[in-house]
């Protein structure tokens, strides 16, 4: 939908948090009495919009321990907007503490904030969100219950510092922990760059997983123009959060809802922003699940048109040099877009939580430093975007960020050294017997969605030791699982089928030869079609699968990568209607 063919809701109209409050039978009586002990007067009961602030908060969720503060300032917009705001703690999936790793529960997160919408007197939603699955999930329980919704993230932090060089957060983990094992750095003074790499709230301060996506709502129109940069500690964070809270009860006057915002052109517009600010392979993912709860065709062919001719032009850390700080104080995101819509790779009337077009938005900012947001003539990767690969090793494909990889490693042939799991490869990564050069590929399996299970971030494998020690700091990786937005390096990752569900990646073998080519988007397992089709057919699956609980459900209905990894039966949008009364 375009912002000029949006009609706004005639306004007063009953509200569905009416059927709660509104009225005088016993049972509203019930429902209203009890909420009255927060000592709320009667005539806030009058069917203004109720506002959920749905914050996923946590003390174990380090990314988003500011979001009490902003929840605040939320509420006070929704007062001074006249809506009545209740704040409610969501299940907040922590990406720094979950166990196997957070992506497992991203939809697990999304079921239950789904049910919690429909389940209870809400009319519109604040999505505070801010560590990298906290934003996914939230939307896409927005999106299947279709109430009016906003972002408001919680922001990066500062930036980090160390002996004078700055420190991305994530990529100088993974940069300082290979020159640890290259000899190069001593494990004391990793340990003194540890008190640098998260000096204020905030999620990671580089174009990580959490910036992609409060950049992806961004560019989706699910956030005011300008949220996605600023930063967690800025007073200018607080004011996004208190006119967020204002603009969340227009929207429910209106009957601004997420199905009205999220179209293809949206989507098509998110996949070019993150190809111009070089965002995460993770949003590929996050953005494939979202689109099947409003049930746009949005395909892993469709990141690879749209993306594929976008120069990335924001220089900043794991492709570049600067840290989320700087671009906010470069202009932020708007002027990406703004950029994005000046070379006719913008669909301008996208529509917006502001009731405006995308285009309205940012056609008046500007770039105030052009070392960070570059110019046109000069971009940091002419395509950048990511790079969809096919072929008998990924019939369903696989993803590379070209911005993040090493360009004499685009095309490349190498035989394989495979690791069976994670735990092989920590095994055997660092024994100077392993047969393994800077030339090889290395291979890992069984770390997709069902593998792990629930796909980790270990794609980025580190080298081996005696690779690092003759100062290579690259070499093809091969997985099927997900890895940092603040990791580097021509990682080739989510390739489907995945191995624990008998994809090709699964009968890989030491000394297989295999065939990278990104510019013709190709990866090959040099062998015959028949010797393939055999180790197929040969193939069994390793390990026992849970029996109960969440890991059971999991295992049994996750979907693949290239569509998303959800599970199978919360694909859809599922509405917003009022149950039956509980008494």
């Known amino acids: 939908m375009s912002a000029r063919s949006f009609t706004p809701a005639p306004w007063p109209r009953p509200l569905r948090s009416q059927a709660w409050y509104g009225g005088e039978s016993r049972d509203v009586i019930y429902h209203r009495g009890w909420l009255k002990n927060q000592g709320y007067p009667h005539d806030l009961f009058d069917g203004r919009p109720i506002i959920g602030i749905l914050n996923t908060w946590s003390d174990l969720t380090p990314c988003n321990g500011h979001l009490r503060e902003l929840a605040e300032k939320v509420k006070a917009g929704v007062w001074e907007a006249g809506g009545f705001p209740v704040e409610v703690p969501v299940f907040s999936?922590?990406?720094?503490?979950?166990?196997?790793?957070?992506?497992?529960?991203?939809?697990?997160?999304?079921?239950a904030i789904e049910e919690t919408i429909r389940g209870q007197p809400i009319d519109g939603a604040v999505?505070?969100?801010?560590?990298?699955?906290?934003?996914?999930?939230?939307?896409?329980?927005?999106?299947?219950c279709d109430i009016p919704s906003i972002v408001v993230t919680g922001g990066p932090m500062l930036n980090g510092w160390f002996r004078g060089e700055r420190?991305?957060?994530?990529?100088?983990l993974?940069?300082?922990?290979?020159?640890?094992?290259?000899?190069?750095?001593?494990?004391?003074?990793?340990?003194?760059?540890?008190?640098?790499?998260?000096r204020s709230s905030g999620t990671c301060n580089t174009m990580g997983t959490a910036s992609t996506m409060a950049s992806m709502a961004e560019a989706l129109g699910m956030a005011l123009s300008g949220n996605a940069a600023i930063p967690a500690v800025d007073s200018r964070r607080r004011v996004m959060a208190q006119v967020s809270g204002r603009r969340i009860v227009q929207m429910v006057k209106d009957d601004l809802k997420p199905s009205d915002i999220l179209t293809k052109q949206a989507f098509e517009n998110a996949i070019r922003t993150n190809g111009a600010i070089g965002g995460s392979t993770n949003a590929?993912?996050?953005?494939?699940?979202?689109?099947?709860?409003?049930?746009?065709?949005?395909?892993?062919?469709?990141?690879?048109?749209?993306g594929r001719d976008v120069a990335?032009?924001?220089?900043?850390?794991?492709?570049?040099?600067?840290?989320?700080?700087?671009?906010?104080?470069?202009?932020?995101?708007?002027?990406?877009?703004?950029?994005?819509?000046?070379?006719?790779?913008?669909?301008?009337?996208?529509?917006t939580v502001s009731?405006?077009?995308?285009?309205?938005?940012?056609?008046e900012v500007r770039n105030w430093n052009e070392e960070v947001i570059l110019p046109a003539d000069r971009p940091l990767t002419a395509q950048g975007g990511i790079a969809v690969l096919k072929g008998n090793l990924a019939p369903n494909g696989a993803v590379l960020k070209p911005s993040a990889a090493s360009a004499h490693l685009l095309v490349h042939r190498g035989r394989a050294v495979v690791f069976e799991d994670i735990d092989d490869y920590k095994a055997r990564i660092d024994d100077d017997a392993l047969d393994i050069d800077e030339t090889c590929v290395m291979v890992l399996k069984n770390c997709g969605p069902k593998g792990y299970p629930g796909m980790a971030e270990v794609g980025n494998m580190?080298?081996?030791?005696?690779?690092?020690?003759?100062?290579?700091?690259?070499?093809?990786?091969?997985?099927?699982?997900?890895?940092?937005?603040?990791?580097?390096?021509?990682?080739?990752?989510h390739t489907a089928p995945e191995a624990a569900a008998g994809g090709p990646l699964a009968v890989v073998r030491d000394g297989d030869m295999i065939e990278l080519d990104v510019p013709n988007r190709r990866l090959h397992l040099d062998i015959s079609e028949a010797e393939l089709a055999a180790r197929l057919a040969a193939w069994r699956p390793a390990g026992e699968a849970p029996q109960s609980g969440y890991a059971w459900l999991h295992q049994t209905h996750v979907q693949g990568a290239e569509t998303g990894a959800d599970l199978d039966f919360l694909v859809g949008c599922r509405g917003n209607a009022v149950g039956k009364e509980a008494h």
Not at 355 to 363: A, N, T
């Open 174 to 198: 993974w940069k300082f922990s290979e020159a640890v094992k290259a000899g190069e750095m001593t494990q004391a003074e990793f340990l003194e760059a540890e008190a640098s790499m998260s």
């Open 284 to 306: 590929v993912i996050h953005l494939l699940a979202l689109a099947g709860r409003v049930g746009v065709d949005l395909t892993l062919d469709d990141w690879d048109r749209c």
């Open 462 to 493: 580190g080298l081996p030791a005696k690779v690092l020690r003759k100062g290579i700091t690259d070499m093809v990786r091969i997985s099927d699982a997900r890895m940092s937005g603040t990791a580097y390096g021509t990682v080739v990752l």
């Open 93 to 111: 999936a922590s990406e720094n503490t979950f166990r196997p790793t957070a992506m497992m529960f991203r939809n697990l997160a999304a079921l």
């Open 127 to 144: 999505l505070l969100v801010g560590c990298d699955k906290t934003t996914p999930s939230l939307m896409m329980a927005a999106a299947s």
């Open 355 to 363: 009731g405006h077009s995308i285009w309205d938005e940012v056609k």
């Open 312 to 351: 990335t032009i924001v220089n900043l850390m794991p492709s570049g040099k600067y840290l989320m700080e700087e671009f906010f104080y470069a202009g932020g995101l708007p002027v990406v877009i703004r950029r994005l819509g000046e070379n006719g790779t913008l669909h301008k009337d996208a529509l």
């Open 167 to 172: 420190v991305g957060s994530g990529t100088h």
